[in-house]
């Protein structure tokens, strides 16, 4: 069975398979995660703090979850397109959803080269 991600504060908890899990993005202090059926989940927890409980919970070896910026935590799994000048990536597992989102030129570029680098080895 997949492992599950469970985030809990003293208001709320959320228990989801890891691999529903396409990105999250902060807002304030407050982190919205969006999954692959089109569920969006409001946290009152930072982007920080999530990113946090990811590590945690996952085996060391899964870096299935990056960190893009200051507001965007991806799932890799679903990266599908990344225009560096265009500030533009999609996420989508290239059947059922699509979700466009922006993050800075600097941070896509480095992600790029990152997962060029990835698929050389």
């Known amino acids: 069975m997949e492992r599950r991600l469970v985030f809990s504060t003293s208001t709320e908890m959320l228990r989801v398979p890891s691999d529903t899990v396409v990105y999250v993005t902060a807002d304030g202090n407050y982190s919205i995660i969006t999954m692959a059926d089109g569920?969006?989940?409001v946290l009152t927890l930072q982007l920080g703090q999530i990113e946090h409980r990811i590590a945690e919970m996952l085996e060391q070896n899964?870096?299935?979850f990056i960190r893009i910026g200051k507001s965007l935590i991806v799932n890799r799994d679903f990266i599908a397109f990344i225009n560096p000048t265009r500030q533009k990536m999609v996420l989508s597992d290239c059947a059922t959803f699509?979700?466009?989102?922006?993050a800075s030129k600097e941070a896509l570029k480095a992600l790029k080269e990152l997962l060029e680098k990835e698929t050389r080895k």
């Open 39 to 41: 569920e969006n989940f």
């Open 62 to 64: 899964d870096n299935r």
């Open 98 to 102: 699509r979700h466009e989102v922006t």
